[in-house]
T-cell receptor
Framework: GAGVSQTPSNKVTEKGKYVELRCDPI?????LYWYRQSLGQGPEFLIY????????DSGLPNDRFFAVRPEGSVSTLKIQRTERGDSAVYLC?????????????FGPGTRLTVL | AQSVTQLGSHVSVSEGALVLLRCNYS??????LFWYVQYPNQGLQLLLK??????LVKGINGFEAEFKKSETSFHLTKPSAHMSDAAEYFC??????????FGTGTSLTVIP
């Protein structure tokens, strides 16, 4: 079956612009996670959804970052007033159930470059 | 607080040789531990996970890892490296909060 997909695969924007990154999880997966991976680093947790609600958004770095999952499926990560430091690969993952031991299935990521 | 340390950002082995990738964790409570592999231009894929059952965990592609509480380690091994094993490997830890903490990764090169 289809895995987790993310669009776009690459996004180049200018400092100060607004961007939206989309994640399509595996059908039927109730939990959805966003991570940020900077060069040479491991994925860093941003936010976790259980259904439509953000169960834990403690990893969002500041109020320029926001994510939604209005129908409990597709999620969008929104970044306002982008800064050069936001440049990274943004990863999305989904799992069937929202458990700490549940296998997370990752998408290929969106590479964001802020000029 | 939880954290994961992966010793060695780059590891090179000869084809057919033992693969050993090191992971140490710090956690105030018994953790759940994972190893993920990332091939170029692909998403992270789960290799194996420890969830408080057997301490020796077998995963896909011939990999296994042993949870050693006394050493706070969860090293990944494979008896015989294959060219297709060349990739980036990440160790991760989680607890009941559902937050996952990843290490900085180890890039494995397999020399023919």
């Amino acid at each position: 079956g289809a895995g987790v997909s993310q669009t776009p695969s690459n996004k180049v924007t200018e400092k100060g612009k607004y961007v939206e990154l989309r994640c399509d999880p595996i059908s039927g997966h109730t939990a959805l996670y966003w991570y940020r991976q900077s060069l040479g680093q491991g994925p860093e947790f941003l936010i976790y959804f259980q259904g439509t609600g953000a169960a834990d958004d403690s990893g969002l770095p500041n109020d320029r970052f926001f994510a939604v999952r209005p129908e409990g499926s597709v999620s969008t990560l929104k970044i306002q007033r982008t800064e050069r430091g936001d440049s990274a690969v943004y990863l999305c993952a989904s799992s069937l159930n929202p458990g700490a031991t549940d296998t997370q299935y990752f998408g290929p990521g969106t590479r964001l470059t802020v000029l | 607080a939880q954290s994961v340390t992966q010793l060695g950002s780059h590891v090179s082995v000869s084809e057919g040789a033992l693969v050993l990738l090191r992971c140490n964790y710090s956690s105030s409570v018994p953790p759940y531990l994972f190893w993920y592999v990332q091939y170029p231009n692909q998403g992270l894929q789960l290799l194996l996970k420890y969830t408080s059952a057997a301490t020796l965990v077998k995963g896909i592609n011939g990999f296994e890892a042993e949870f050693k509480k006394s050493e706070t380690s969860f090293h990944l091994t494979k008896p015989s490296a294959h060219m297709s094993d060349a990739a980036e490997y990440f160790c991760a830890v989680s607890q009941a909060s559902n937050q996952f903490y990843f290490g900085t990764g180890t890039s494995l090169t397999v020399i023919p």
